[in-house]
């Protein structure tokens, strides 16, 4: 293990694993919201936009979206989304990319675990807080959606840990995280293979698990009894 | 929007205009969104005839697409019969009366699920490449089944177990007062229940498992990622990228119409009253449709 560590900047690579995670998740939040929002909303044409986002990423795999990314967006069509006067520019391009593709991805589950949030409000509650005289909103902010954010954190729980699990694809284009290093070291130090698939393997369980078991005891918790 | 919804009151006619002018905006944003992509691919070329009609010569088929999508049906067909195997003995492990059984079940279920399952098929890859087990153009296949049936296995285990423990109290207690051992209710009585409940869950696994296929492109095993990749090696990345999901998603979106189907028909026939949640009750694996 020692060795490892002396040989390879293992440190440098959890932590852009973490880094990755962060920022995934951070956008997968933003734009997995505002596909929830279009998908329960009133309004046909966005329900529909919604739908068809979430039924073409969902069958897509995030591999191919995490290469499309780059190669294609990046390379073939030129959008540049790093700044091209630094010294770094070709990693942070790449890494920035596959944040793009992580935060694509993860944003239609994210929309689908809200709406099973919202899904799991009985249509009485709403019909209850109108009965008493609360205008739309006053029923949103006050019922519906208190009770949809509640049904909402196991499922969100699964996509963080799906995500923080997922930034391991980010190496077919080369950004150097866990994975990526994971190949690198093999490669030179063969003998060590087992340590280092310890090492990850211990890596990854240390960050999925004491989220695993911490949301679900928070689900648990904020559940609606019914 | 019917008047049923949580969420909405049934539109009067003020909130009918604010929704027509919503969908006028929102349409034309739309547009404009499709419009400058298309300018944007057209200004590079991408756009013109002869890129797209090499996708759809007798050769791209023949020595990309079809191999590709051979060698992905291929490696998930055998990872979902494996990972169901691996399934059924570690979830009826979890659920075993023995506590070492159980407490080596569920160590084993926990760990396979939470690593990645491209670090597992990076370690074998490699450990197979330097033992020279097999013939080392079968190694990546190997690995990729490999890594995909202990992954998605835990999975499938967590199903089971849901699966058996959504069952009615009544149907293991009435197994054990007509005398049949507590293994033999499980086999007899409770598995072929919770299995049932589990079909559609599983088609849906099907799914995860067809996505995680396409990590095999890393570690070089030729599935339709990497036989579109291999095409793109002509010049063209885009074309052969967008046919790849296309092909990827016509898949994926039958088994997941097939999928919703199951679930319908068995919760019509009332053949069993057990459900078994998609995600197996915890957190820690995908949503429905999956990791990857």
């Known amino acids: ?226 | 929007m019917s008047s049923s919804s949580v969420l909405f009151d049934a539109p009067g006619p003020r909130a009918r205009r604010r929704h027509l002018i919503i969908t006028i905006v929102a349409a034309l944003v739309l547009l404009g969104v499709v419009v400058v992509a298309l300018m944007r691919l057209d200004a590079r070329g991408e756009l013109e005839a002869a890129k797209w009609q090499a996708m759809f010569t007798t050769s791209a088929w023949q020595y990309y697409f079809v191999p590709g999508i051979l060698s992905t049906l291929k490696a998930a067909g055998i990872a979902i019969v494996l990972s169901m195997l691996f399934g059924l003995v570690f979830g009826v492990g979890r659920l075993s009366q023995n506590t070492a059984v159980r407490w080596v079940s569920g160590a084993v279920v926990e760990f396979f699920r939470g690593i990645p399952v491209l670090i597992m098929m990076i370690a074998f890859f490699y450990f197979l490449a330097f033992r020279g087990v097999f013939a080392p153009e079968t190694n990546p296949f190997v690995a990729v089944v490999a890594a995909l049936t202990l992954y998605n296995g835990a999975v499938v285990a967590e199903l089971v177990r849901s699966g058996v423990g959504s069952l009615p109290k009544g149907q293991g207690e009435a197994g054990l007062s007509i005398g049949l051992t507590p293994g033999q209710t499980m086999r007899a009585i409770q598995l072929p229940q919770a299995i049932t409940a589990m079909l559609p869950a599983l088609v849906s696994q099907l799914v995860v498992i067809l996505k995680d296929s396409a990590l095999g492109a890393i570690i070089t095993y030729p599935e339709l990622l990497r036989s579109a990749r291999n095409l793109a090696a002509g010049g063209n990345t885009l074309q052969p990228l967008v046919m790849a999901a296309l092909l990827f998603i016509i898949i994926n979106f039958t088994l997941t119409t097939l999928a919703s189907y199951l679930e319908r028909r068995i919760n019509k026939r009332g053949h069993t009253s057990a459900k078994a949640d998609k995600d197996a009750g915890r957190p820690g694996d995908s949503v429905g449709a999956g990791t990857l």
């Not at chain 1, 734009?31 to 069958?59: H, K």
């Not at chain 1, 689908?112 to 902010?141: C, D, F, H, K, Y």
Request: glycine share 8%.
């Open chain 1, 1 to 226: 293990m020692g060795e490892l560590f002396a040989q390879f900047d293992v440190w440098g690579a959890f932590w852009l694993t973490i880094k990755l995670s962060v920022w995934s998740a951070l956008w997968a939040l933003l734009l997995g919201t505002s596909l929830a929002i279009m998908r329960v909303g009133p309004v046909r044409v966005l329900n529909v936009v919604g739908a068809a986002y979430v039924n073409v990423v969902r069958n897509t795999p995030l591999t191919l979206v995490v290469l499309f990314s780059l190669t294609v967006l990046g390379t073939r069509l030129g959008i540049q989304i790093a700044n091209d006067e630094s010294p770094t520019f070709l990693v942070d391009e790449a890494v920035r990319w596959a944040i793009f593709a992580l935060s694509v991805y993860h944003a239609a589950f994210v929309c689908e675990a809200l709406r099973s949030g919202v899904n799991t409000v009985p249509v009485g509650q709403a019909e209850a807080a109108r009965s008493i005289g609360l205008g739309l909103g006053q029923s949103l902010r006050h019922v519906v959606l208190p009770q949809a954010f509640r049904g909402a954190v196991a499922p969100l729980a699964s996509v963080l840990i799906a995500l923080i699990k997922n930034t391991t694809v980010a190496s077919i284009i080369g950004v150097a995280q866990t994975s990526y290093f994971m190949v690198e070291a093999i490669e030179f130090r063969p003998d060590l293979i087992w340590q280092l698939f310890a090492l990850i393997a211990g890596f990854f369980l240390l960050l999925t698990l004491p989220i695993g078991v911490g949301l679900t005891s928070l689900s648990r918790k904020v559940a609606v009894k019914r």
